[in-house]
């Protein structure tokens, strides 16, 4: 950070990394969760589509969903979700790819709530990663500075 920037701005910078850091570690829990479960190589999240196809409303986005696409590509799905939770909480806290990053778990939080877990709270949730979508938190403080100044592009920010 430049010395000329106000200690608002500075302050701001902050508290917008902070708040990276904990979404970081959001998603870093969520990863650590799934790989406990054994989700790459179990049936756990089969188990979990299918008893979430039996709560919900049979007429609802979320089951045709689960129906199409959620049971019959459930080991798929697992990998994903392992590894997509797994590869959002690396890019974030390292600031490596963060734009990148922080629009992946955007679709993430969307795929859960069409996926029938649907809850007004993951809109909030979806919606706390924008910022870091439009601003480019990873040269402030992260790899994407240094892969910037090697290789400019809007993928490093």
């Not at 910078?13 to 998603?27: C, N, P, S, T």
């Amino acid at each position: 950070m430049s010395s000329g920037m106000g200690a608002g701005m500075r302050a701001g910078r902050i508290a917008l990394l902070v708040f990276r850091y904990l979404l970081a570690v959001f998603f870093l829990s969520a990863a650590i969760n799934k790989w406990q479960q054994n989700y790459l190589f179990s049936d756990k999240l089969l188990r979990i589509f299918t008893e979430r196809l039996a709560e919900i409303d049979p007429e609802s986005v979320g089951a045709l969903f689960l129906e199409q696409i959620g049971i019959p590509y459930w080991q798929p799905l697992a990998w994903y979700v392992c590894w997509g939770e797994t590869l959002i909480a690396i890019g974030l806290l390292l600031g490596l790819l963060t734009r990148v990053s922080s629009v992946a778990a955007m679709l993430m939080m969307l795929s859960f709530a069409v996926g029938g877990y649907y809850d007004a709270s993951l809109i909030v949730l979806t919606l706390l990663f924008l910022p870091f979508a439009l601003i480019r938190t990873g040269l402030w403080f992260g790899l994407d500075r240094r892969f910037n100044q090697r290789y400019p592009s809007v993928w490093f920010g």
